[in-house]
């Protein structure tokens, strides 16, 4: 099933579809750059979201999407990609990202000095969909240099090189998380750059359709446990009564694929769930909800059918 499919399933606005059609047919991209055009493992659910991001993103808006973890950030960042059939440029931010990390550098190549493109500069030139990944992680200064190339100039200056115009498809994705480490507020110039989205937490519709698709031989009972184990282990993290490091829905899914290749379930959730809080005490809180839901002993053979 194709995105757009599956978006004509979701009841998106019959508007907004034709508005994505449109977007793809005036903007074609290029066979060299077909296989940057991503191919999301999940789908993001969620209509209201996808409406208001496809919307920005026909407005020609760059986008910011704000929310803890397990919101699914990238994964729409993604969607969203694939569902305009734009090619994608990653760029992970940490504090050391400077502008020559994200525009380009000097490089020596054949006994001279060349320029060599970074993903933004890629990005702004081919029309591609940047996703600025944990963006309030980077030095505002770094960040500067995204002011033209964000903002109506819609251009970037490369000191000694060229000024490049920012190709009309191109579109910047920030995904953002004030819960890690190491981040900070993002500078208020370049926060206006964007539309924002806060991201809602995915709930137990949202989950229960996600393990359906990703695993469709989970038996129903038990795929409505693990549902509910991940909606208990949120309550718990919102009541600070454990660390967000066990709010993993990765971990979640990385526990059921270890299930299905024949660990018992105990050692897949310390594997996946439990073993990421490395306080002796708060794995035993961990453990404690996940006994409440799920036995420990439990294997493939009761909790798949194939």
């Known amino acids: 099933m194709s995105l757009l499919e599956f978006l004509e399933q979701e009841q998106i606005s019959r508007e907004l579809l034709d508005g994505i059609r449109d977007y793809r047919a005036q903007y074609s991209t ?13 789908h993001y659910y969620g209509r209201e979201v996808w409406e208001a991001a496809i919307a920005a993103v026909l407005c020609g808006e760059n986008l910011l999407l704000a929310g803890s973890k397990a919101t699914g ?77 964000l903002d109506f100039r819609r251009a970037i200056d490369v000191p000694g090189y060229e000024r490049v115009e920012v190709d009309p498809a191109a579109r910047f994705i920030g995904t953002m998380n004030y819960g890690y480490a190491g981040t900070r507020e993002l500078n208020e110039a370049l926060t206006s750059r964007f539309v924002v989205i806060q991201m809602p937490a995915i709930d137990d519709s949202g989950l229960e359709r996600l393990l359906g698709e990703e695993f469709p031989t989970l038996e129903k009972k038990y795929r409505g446990q693990f549902v509910q184990l991940f909606l208990d282990l949120q309550k718990k993290c919102e009541n600070a009564e454990i660390s967000s490091k066990a709010l993993d829905l990765r971990g979640l899914l990385d526990a059921l694929r270890l299930i299905r290749r024949g660990v018992s ?3 897949a959730l310390d594997m996946g ?34």
């Open 30 to 42: 290029p066979p060299a750059l077909q296989g940057r055009i991503p191919r999301p493992r999940y």
């Open 73 to 149: 950030k990238n994964v729409l960042a993604e969607n969203l990609a694939m569902t305009f059939g734009r090619p994608c440029w990653d760029v992970s931010f940490h504090v050391n990202m400077d502008a020559a990390g994200l525009i380009g550098m000097d490089t020596f190549e054949n006994g001279q000095v060349t320029f060599r493109p970074g993903p933004v500069y890629l990005c702004a030139k081919n029309g591609g969909f940047g996703i600025l990944d944990e963006i309030n992680m980077a030095k505002n200064e770094a960040l500067a240099v995204l002011h033209a190339a």
């Open 265 to 267: 379930a105990g050692m």
């Open 273 to 306: 769930i439990t073993n990421k809080a490395f306080d002796s005490y708060e794995q035993g809180l961990i453990r404690d909800v996940i006994a409440a839901r799920i036995p420990a002993k439990l294997d493939r053979s009761r909790l798949f059918t194939d």
